[in-house]
């Protein structure tokens, strides 16, 4: 059969995780860090009001863009937490999680012969999407003594005229680095000097710890050039929900839902109508998971620079990605011999790019009895080794 | 006003009173020296009252009733409410009492080993009182949620995928 499939699909590399997923699959009595989505089950009011809808009928297709209510709610929402203003008729897009307006736009925006700037260590999607689209892609390496954040430095050093995109990922998975306002502003001056758009994945922001997070399109004359794309997965603990949504230039997000319109018709109706609930109800259960992630954030970073290894303190998202280069082993082996004799479950950072190298990600959504425990195993597996 | 920082360290010891201060400093970044200061005052002032667990006793097998009863009074000159409620508060038997709003003035809640030694104690203790003008009785048949703790039904652990992106 393989050789009747399209070479870019045939040609597109295994995510890295998945290779390491398959592998956890075969063992037992294992304490995974290597999750990336809450543990949190999605808050109950949130819940509640899908099993109503689906009680009240509501089980039909809803507008391709989304329900409007849920378009309403979210352009409030943007506009007060983040200073965004976006006109729920014709400016938002509500998709099937952040996943599906990230092919959306790569697909809307490129052609053979364009170029999209990513940065590495990030998110797995962003590169193989732009792949399918027909664009090239260059990564962006950022490096832990930058405390992961991307510099207009690193930017020039891959950039060229053909590119079109830049991708930015903060609060990032996997680093857990946030960008502030302060980081941000000189990349939106590159961005306008080298007539660049941003796709900004700011699916965690709600996740940050210290300070406030700052959205890249309410910056300075970047609103009409940066598509705007969060969702309830990772806030709300609603990832199985499959919601999430786009905001950005109407022709954009136009051309967007034409493609939305034929491949996947509209998000789930249930999801959309929890989603509402989320926004109009689940503000103080969202507060209230965001103190406890920050409680093991410390609680991680803790544990692993006490048992010698270095580790940024990760301001964002639910990952902390200590360097593991003191141990003598690669962020492969590292993860491997971990699994292997002390049955804890973490990513290696390569998995997310180049520049993860030496380091593996080791996500906190778990109990704190759960950290302990894995902290303790790490612990003792470091030891010998340093 | 209470700060947000106290806000976090109370609720943390909310729940779980085991956490030392060396513990809650990991989880707070806040120096280990505060913390216990805090904790001390704290203890001081009555904010925190008692360190204990919750039990489910319904789980020990061992018997137990226990009752809600509301409780109409005639408030007294110069003491309202307040003489009454001092009073009751000092039987054993009852757990909590509340003043609340609505049909009746008193809302209590009473633990005994059987339903007849509630019951007496309501027929002889409670009901001759002076000043209790009525009272009502409801026995608690399950405890589904105490405490902001759910009790029974524990449904919620979902499978995750051991390892995702
Ligand atoms: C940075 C980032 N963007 C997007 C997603 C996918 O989100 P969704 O569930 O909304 O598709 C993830 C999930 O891990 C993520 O880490």
Redesign the interface.
């Given at each position: 059969m393989r050789h009747y499939l399209n070479p870019t699909v045939a040609n597109l590399p295994p995510?890295g995780?998945r290779k390491?997923?398959d592998l956890?699959?075969t063992m037992e009595g294992?304490i995974?860090l290597?999750?990336?989505?809450p543990?949190f089950?999605t808050p109950w009011t949130v819940r509640e009001s899908g099993i109503f809808s689906l009680e009240q009928g509501q089980t039909m297709y809803t507008s391709n863009s989304g329900l409007l209510e849920l378009r309403q709610e979210l352009t409030r929402y943007l506009a007060k937490t983040q200073g965004l203003m976006y006109n729920p008729e014709t400016e938002i897009l509500v998709t099937v999680g952040a996943s599906e307006a990230v092919d959306l736009a790569m697909r809307a925006l490129l052609s053979p012969g364009d170029i999209v700037l990513v940065p590495d260590p990030s998110?797995?999607?962003y590169g193989p999407c732009a792949t399918l689209a027909g664009a090239g892609v260059r990564y962006v390496p950022t490096r832990a003594d930058q405390d992961f954040r991307l510099r207009v430095e690193d930017l020039e050093r891959v950039y060229s005229p053909e590119a079109k995109l830049l991708v930015l990922s903060y609060p990032n998975?996997p680093t857990g680095a946030i960008m502030t306002r302060e980081d941000l502003l000189p990349i939106a001056r590159f961005a306008a000097e080298h007539d660049l758009l941003i796709l900004s994945d700011e699916i965690y922001s709600d996740l940050t710890y210290q300070g406030t997070h700052t959205a890249f399109a309410a910056l300075p004359g970047m609103r009409d050039r940066t598509l705007h794309l969060s969702g309830f997965s990772k806030s709300y603990a609603m990832t199985g929900w499959r919601i999430g949504y786009a905001a950005g230039h109407a022709d954009l997000i136009q051309a967007m839902t034409r493609i939305h319109q034929y491949t996947i018709l509209c998000a789930p109706i249930t999801a959309q109508v929890a989603a509402i609930e989320a926004l109009r109800a689940a503000e103080q259960a969202k507060r209230e998971m965001v103190?406890t992630y920050d409680?093991?954030r410390?609680?991680m970073v803790?544990g692993l620079r006490e048992m010698g290894l270095s580790c940024f303190e990760p301001l964002g998202a639910f990952y902390v990605f200590p360097d593991i280069t003191a141990t003598g082993l690669s962020e492969e082996d590292f993860a491997e011999q971990l699994l292997h004799e002390e049955k804890v479950?973490v990513?290696p950072g390569t998995?997310f790019g180049p520049s993860g190298k030496g380091h593996v990600r080791c996500s906190y959504a778990y109990s704190?009895e759960q950290l302990e425990e894995a902290l303790e195993r790490i612990s003792r597996f470091v030891k010998g080794r340093l | 006003m209470l700060s947000e920082q106290d806000r976090r360290l109370l609720k943390l010891l909310e729940q779980d009173c085991r956490l030392t201060p060396q513990e809650l400093s990991i989880q707070t970044g806040l120096s280990v020296e505060h913390i216990a200061t805090r904790i001390h005052e704290w203890e001081k002032e009555k904010v925190i009252v008692q360190y204990r667990p919750l039990i489910n006793w319904d789980r020990t097998g061992d018997e137990k009733v226990s009752a809600l009863i509301d409780v109409k009074v005639l408030p007294q000159r110069g003491f309202g409410f307040d003489k009454i409620a001092r009073r009751l508060q000092k039987f054993a038997e009852i757990k909590a009492v509340y003043l609340i709003s609505g049909g009746y003035d008193l809302s209590l809640l009473i633990e005994g080993r059987t339903m007849q030694e509630v019951a007496l104690f309501v027929a002889e203790k409670l009901a001759p009182l002076e000043h209790v003008q009525s009272t009502a009785t409801h026995f608690v048949l399950r405890r589904y949620k105490q405490d902001g703790v759910e009790l029974t039904g524990g449904d919620e652990t979902p499978q995750r995928l051991m390892v995702s992106p």
């Open positions: 995510s995780i390491f997923f956890v699959a294992i995974s290597g999750v990336g989505e543990d089950v998110y797995v999607s998975n103190e409680h093991r410390r609680l803790h479950a990513v998995a704190t | -």
